[in-house]
Antibody
Framework: EVQLVESGGGLVQPGGSLRLSCAAS????????MTWVRQTPAKGLEWVAS????????YYVGSVRGRFTISRDNAKNSLYLQMNSLRAEDTAVYYC??????????WGKGTTVTVSS | DIVMTQTPLSSPVTLGQPASISCRSS???????????LSWLQQRPGQPPRLLIY???NRFSGVPDRFSGSGAGTDFTLKISRVAAEDVGIYYC?????????FGQGTKVEIK
């Protein structure tokens, strides 16, 4: 069974950092692009970042570029999102997703990030 | 960025009756490779999104055939031929034709 399990969410103060992880199983992780998407009640679903199979290409939404870093460890079947200089507007449920053919065909259950003092 | 606009935002339906959701993009979603990367996602209450339809009209693995997608260019439609109780949730369209990928605001399907 294809599965994605996120972890690392929590409460952090503005300006702080957090590292999200996503453990993948049930498919050949190293052969797929991977993506982080976040969801808030106010803004809905928002694509955050994507990374190529070998990590050689990375893309970010403008609002996080320079603050967030997507990475992966194919030996550990894991995807990461390092989030620095966090702001209140980064508060969201963060989902890890497997890329299909320019779509997102498998999603994790999500991890909640709250940025508040 | 491409803006995805869904209508209606809420759709109360009777069990067994059809439902239809529209999604319009601010630019054509036809990519340079000739494909149109418009997908539909379902989010049941308390669950993560789940892929239903990809490339306009292709049902993803395990998706019941009461779900169908159609459209072209900038106008797309998701139809449920006979709404079942488990179809309650929020439906989103998503475009993957141009970066950044963007989502519609969601349409809530509920039972009357």
């Amino acid at each position: 069974e294809v599965q994605l399990v996120e972890s690392g969410g929590g409460l952090v103060q503005p300006g702080g950092s957090l590292r999200l992880s996503c453990a993948a199983s049930g498919f050949t992780f190293s052969t797929y692009w991977m993506t982080w998407v976040r969801q808030t009640p106010a803004k809905g679903l928002e694509w955050v970042a994507s990374i190529k199979e070998d990590g050689s290409e990375k893309y970010y939404v403008g609002s996080v570029r320079g603050r967030f870093t997507i990475s992966r460890d194919n030996a550990k079947n894991s995807l990461y999102l390092q989030m620095n200089s966090l702001r209140a507007e980064d508060t969201a449920v963060y989902y890890c997703a497997k890329n299909g053919d320019y779509d997102l065909d498998v999603w994790g259950k999500g991890t909640t990030v709250t940025v508040s003092s | 960025d491409i803006v995805m606009t869904q209508t209606p935002l809420s759709s109360p339906v009777t069990l067994g009756q059809p439902a239809s959701i529209s999604c319009r993009s601010s630019q054509s979603l036809v990519r340079s490779d000739g494909n149109t990367y418009l997908s539909w996602l379902q989010q049941r209450p308390g669950q993560p999104p789940r892929l239903l339809i990809y490339k306009i009209s292709n049902r993803f693995s395990g998706v019941p055939d009461r779900f169908s997608g159609s459209g072209a260019g900038t106008d797309f439609t998701l139809k449920i031929s006979r709404v079942a109780a488990e179809d309650v949730g929020i439906y989103y369209c998503m475009q993957g034709s141009q970066s950044p990928w963007t989502f519609g605001q969601g349409t809530k399907v509920e039972i009357k």
